[in-house]
């Protein structure tokens, strides 16, 4: 309870409500807090108020969000309306002048088409709000990221081929427009805004993954889920069903933080463990 006061001036400070009536606490998760607790709190050294400071991240914070807005508008019109031109060039063969006008016009067509198509619907994509909606909310973004053409850009390695670098560009800051509008907890926007001048949407999602996976917090919550994995007791009173139901969703919570999640092997041995406290299962067996 310590830490409710400076956990609110840090929200203050931080986020940059200037004006205490537009924080509201509630909208900020237990994780939220407890990370608060793990890496910030000092109960020698509470925070306090800092205005000048909440004033200026206030000010960061209409910046960044103005230009995600302008910057989507600006996608938007791009790729409904824009042309390219392309130019050719001679060769000495005639053969080779060909084939490259050819290989230019189906690129060009591609393109135009692709600007026609591609128009932008950040509406149709989930928000990410707290850590442990990741493992539901992931597969659901990322299909509906592959459905609207950014798959590539889910890929930390792919590289546009030659004469598809505009393309290549106009998706990312597509891409990176959503995600600064979806990805809504502070250290997801804090990984936009670090690619706030390149507008890398590429680098941003392999850093949400690798948060996700290989940080500090992501082990402290793997380890909290295998916890809960191995204590996990049936309640006599509920159905075995859903208590089974419920053990496979702590299952794809703790594999959602880690990127060695349980093997299939490791499932079964905690699914029988839990099991065999069920007198219908044991009934069965004999």
């Known amino acids: 309870m310590s830490a409710l006061g400076s956990y609110e001036n840090y929200l203050r400070n931080t986020e940059g409500f200037v004006n205490k009536d537009l924080l509201d606490i509630q909208t900020y998760t237990r994780e939220d807090f407890l990370d608060f607790v793990d890496n910030v709190f000092d109960i020698t050294n509470p925070i306090k108020y800092d205005k000048a400071k909440a004033t200026e991240n206030m000010r960061k914070k209409e910046l960044h969000e103005l230009t995600i807005a302008n910057l989507s508008n600006q996608t938007a019109n791009t790729m409904t309306g824009s042309t390219v031109t392309t130019n050719n060039t001679n060769t000495s063969s005639g053969g080779n002048t060909s084939q490259n006008r050819y290989q230019s016009d189906v690129c060009s067509a591609e393109e135009k088409a692709l600007d026609r198509a591609l ?168």
């Open 119 to 286: 128009v932008p619907d950040k509406d149709s994509f989930e928000s990410l709000k707290s850590d442990v909606e990741f493992f539901t909310w992931f597969p659901i973004f990322k299909a509906e990221a592959i459905k609207q053409g950014f798959g590539d850009l889910l890929d930390s390695k792919y590289k546009p081929p030659p004469g598809q670098e505009t393309i290549f560009e106009k998706r990312q800051k597509l891409f990176y427009s959503f995600l600064g509008h979806h990805l809504m907890t502070k250290k997801r926007q804090d990984i936009v805004s670090s690619h706030s001048e390149d507008f890398d949407a590429q680098a941003v999602w392999s850093k949400l993954i690798a948060y996700h996976t290989t940080s500090p917090k992501a082990a402290a919550m793997k380890q909290k889920f295998l916890d809960k994995i191995t204590v996990a007791r049936i309640d006599t009173n509920a159905k075995l069903e859903d208590e089974i139901l419920l053990l496979k969703s702590l299952f794809r919570v703790h594999n959602s933080f880690t990127a060695t999640p349980l093997t299939k092997e490791e499932e079964n041995t905690h699914m029988n463990r839990f099991a065999s406290q069920s007198k219908d299962i044991a009934m069965l067996h004999l």
